[in-house]
């Protein structure tokens, strides 16, 4: 759902283990790598939307994760003219609520293949704040917003 600004309304992931490394997926047949997100339905809520990418993208439930918590604003970020492929000249990017995840399940229960419409092809472990350093240029200040104001639910 892309709102009146030309923003699509959109769900951030940061999937944390026991040791606070957060899931890093590599987008499939690309080489660039990302954390989990998902645009919302239209009259969907904003944590089911959260919950349905999950299942989506990494193939768990919610048995599989502790909502820790959630960015309480939109953060927004502009997509250059190179990377846009929506159809439609008013998107300029996306908006997003950010959820902090733990990780409660089993390692082998994250299947990036687990959808057809699959999103990732390679996935690993890294330390919380390097991606900002690692993501595409263009996300790099969401990420950074995102994790700052996620960070004070560290350590719970």
């Given at each position: 759902?892309?709102?009146?600004?030309?923003y699509r309304l959109n769900v951030g992931i940061v999937l944390?283990?026991?040791?606070?490394?957060?899931f890093?997926?590599?987008r499939k047949g690309d080489t660039s790598?990302?954390?989990?997100?998902?645009?919302i339905y239209e009259n969907e809520a904003i944590e089911h939307?959260?919950?349905r990418e999950l299942n989506e993208e990494l193939g768990l439930s919610p048995e599989h994760v502790k909502i820790i918590g959630h960015t309480?604003?939109?953060?927004?970020?502009?997509?250059?003219?190179?990377y846009n492929?929506?159809?439609?000249k008013i998107y300029r990017g996306q908006k997003q609520i950010w959820y902090l995840l733990r990780f409660v399940?089993?390692?082998?229960?994250?299947?990036?293949?687990?959808?057809k419409e699959q999103e990732f092809d390679a996935w690993r472990w890294i330390n919380y704040w390097k991606p900002i350093e690692l993501v595409i240029n263009f996300k790099q200040e969401v990420y950074k917003k995102a994790l700052t104001q996620l960070s004070i639910y560290l350590n719970t």
């Open positions: 759902m892309i709102d009146k600004d030309g944390l283990n026991k040791d606070d490394l957060a890093w997926g590599k790598w990302q954390f989990p997100q998902g645009g939307a959260m919950l309480e604003n939109w953060l927004y970020y502009d997509v250059p003219s190179t492929r929506h159809s439609t399940g089993k390692e082998h229960e994250i299947n990036v293949k687990y959808h």
